[in-house]
């Protein structure tokens, strides 16, 4: 089993930054087995993928809207997932959920991923 938590989320205002993160753990939970993805929920819309990242680190994608303001980055010895976020806009407010999976090849879509946190709000507004 993989236990995800994420954090950091909060108010800001347009333009401003956060960095979410997220702690992976489990009883055999081997951190580089899995790719890391974040995901976000906005009131009347789909889940959508904002950011993922492969097992080694070697490969990211980001959603075109965020392309250039968020990047996400793995720390292995902390088993932990960041979401820095520039450059903030109201479009951005939303649930953040973090993501794992162990299957390949890496996915954009949430149906690609076993284990979610429970999501961390980010609200952008003036």
């Known amino acids: 089993q993989v236990q995800l938590v994420e954090s950091g989320g909060g108010l800001v205002q347009p333009g401003g930054s956060l960095r979410l993160s997220c702690a992976a753990s489990?009883?055999?939970?081997?951190?580089?087995?899995?790719?890391m993805g974040w995901f976000r929920q906005a009131p009347g819309k789909e889940r959508e993928y904002v950011a993922v990242?492969?097992?080694?680190?070697?490969?990211?994608y980001n959603t075109a809207s965020v392309k250039g303001r968020f990047t996400i980055s793995r720390d292995s010895a902390k088993n932990t997932v960041y979401l820095q976020m520039n450059s903030l806009e109201p479009e951005d407010t939303a649930i953040y959920y973090c993501?794992?999976?162990?299957?390949?090849?890496?996915?954009?879509?949430?149906?690609?991923?076993?284990?979610w946190g429970q999501g961390t709000q980010v609200t952008v507004s003036s």
């Open positions: 489990g009883h055999t939970f081997t951190f580089s087995h899995y790719a």
């Open positions: 990242l492969s097992r080694s680190g070697s490969m990211t």
């Open positions: 993501a794992a999976t162990r299957r390949v090849p890496l996915s954009l879509g949430h149906e690609g991923y076993d284990y």
